[in-house]
């Protein structure tokens, strides 16, 4: 048995110790934020490998950046509006906190009547807002070939959604890649890996406004 001052000595210091572990636990890490990528082939992906994907290109430049997030590959090659519609209910069971919206290009590509596509987002969009998710709206440019009134109508339906709903307008996706051929694959329209890293240069001020948003709402 051990004799009462060692005991006691012995008691003082488990609970020196004890404390001093208590003070100096690092503070739990920030939950990531959630994020959606919620689009067709340029957020899926295409013909690109995972690490080049603009969903993992844009997780690891928000991490290095101190800004923890998780960003979900919500991109399915070749999906319309339409498409986006039928399965937005899905995509929000992943509980996103913001949602990039990428969607219109095949719309476009396939000269489908910009009001619909409009609908269609406007749809995504209330869907998304209902679930509390802070948005991102990527928008797309058709090209003059299509004809200046459909160029017209199409490419306002970005900017009157955003004020519409008070988004936040990344007024084109593509900006400073589309048609620069060391930046795009051999078809032309899907981004190199050089070009998803333009894409994510100048995509996280919107991403990280959007972030800021989201906190100060909390």
């Not at 986006?84 to 990428?102: F, N, S, V």
Request: one cysteine or more; aromatic letters at 6%.
């Amino acid at each position: 048995m051990l004799p009462s001052f060692t005991l006691l000595t012995f008691r003082i210091t488990a609970a020196l110790l004890l404390c001093f572990g208590l003070a100096t636990t690092p503070t739990q890490a920030a939950e990531p934020i959630r994020i959606l990528a919620f689009g067709d082939s340029l957020t899926a992906g295409y013909g690109l490998p995972e690490a080049d994907t603009l969903t993992a290109r844009l997780a690891d430049a928000l991490n290095k950046m101190g800004r923890p997030a998780v960003v979900i590959n919500g991109g399915v090659s070749g999906d319309t509006t339409a498409d986006g519609l039928t399965r937005i209910d899905w995509a929000l069971a992943d509980k996103p906190q913001i949602m990039i919206l990428a969607l219109g290009a095949n719309d476009m590509l396939r000269g489908l009547d910009p009001k619909t596509t409009r609908a269609n987002l406007e749809g995504i969009i209330e869907k998304a807002k209902a679930a509390d998710v802070e948005i991102v709206l990527a928008g797309m440019l058709a090209p003059p070939n299509l004809g200046s009134e459909y160029k017209t109508a199409f490419d306002a339906i970005y900017p009157e959604l955003a004020k519409a709903h008070n988004l936040l307008l990344m007024p084109f996706l593509l900006q400073d890649v589309a048609q620069i051929s060391d930046l795009n694959q051999g078809d032309g329209i899907h981004p190199n890996g050089n070009g998803v890293a333009v894409m994510v240069r100048n995509l996280l001020p919107y991403v990280t406004h959007a972030m800021d948003r989201m906190e100060g709402a909390s």
